[in-house]
T-cell receptor
């Protein structure tokens, strides 16, 4: 299995532009998580899905952030419009079930200039 | 709500020293507890886990025991190596819900 696949690996964009981050979870996993990591705030949970349904999006910073999971093998995190304070590493992770091991992707390093 | 508190880093040790990274948690029920490790430039990887009180998780020489009476899950290793340098995260999940992480502790091991 290829693991959790995220793209792009690096993204550099200008303030005000739309950014879309992509994630392919491990096949057979029914939970998917989006995390953001910064030096100042550590690892923050943004949103998670069970069986493609958003369960908790209380960590989404504001309306500029949105996430979708149209099917079991694909999820997107969109920022529109992007701001410099959105610069961070964004991780996607998936797991087979409750209390199971969480598998992380390699992350997307986002820089908003 | 559920939360995890870890000792602040960075922790700097010499090779072969004994390691302890403290972790305590707050939860309403009976969570499962985890330690994850993040090497530079990579995502987090599960290091070990324990799902009930008095369970001991172990992997790669690291150990942690689920202590319900002190709500703790301290990470230990008897002899660290330079290759153990990484960021270590304590985490919990309860009733199959979201995984809550601590702030992370940077470990630096010098040769």
């Amino acid at each position: 299995d290829a693991g959790v696949i995220q793209s792009p690996r690096h993204e550099v964009t200008e303030m005000g532009q739309e950014v879309t981050l992509r994630c392919k979870p491990i096949s057979g996993h029914n939970s998917l998580f989006w995390y953001r990591q910064t030096m100042m705030r550590g690892l923050e949970l943004l949103i998670y899905f069970n069986n493609n349904v958003p369960i908790d999006d209380s960590g989404m910073p504001e309306d500029r952030f949105s996430a979708k999971m149209p099917n079991a093998s694909f999820s997107t995190l969109k920022i529109q419009p992007s701001e410099p304070r959105d610069s961070a590493v964004y991780f996607c992770a998936s797991r087979r079930g409750p209390a199971e091991k969480l598998f992380f992707g390699s992350g997307t390093q986002l820089s908003v200039l | 709500g559920d939360s995890v508190t870890q000792m602040e880093g960075p922790v700097t040790l010499s090779e072969e020293a004994f390691l302890t990274i403290n972790c305590t948690y707050t939860a309403t029920g009976y969570p499962s507890l985890f330690w994850y490790v993040q090497y530079p430039g990579e995502g987090l990887q599960l290091l070990l886990k324990a799902t009930k009180a008095d369970d001991k998780g172990s992997n790669k020489g690291f150990e942690a025991t689920y202590r319900k009476e002190t709500t703790s899950f301290h990470l230990e290793k008897g002899s660290v190596q330079v290759s153990d340098s990484a960021v270590y995260f304590c985490a919990l999940t309860e009733r199959g819900n979201k995984l809550v992480f601590g702030a992370g502790t940077i470990l630096r091991v010098k040769s």
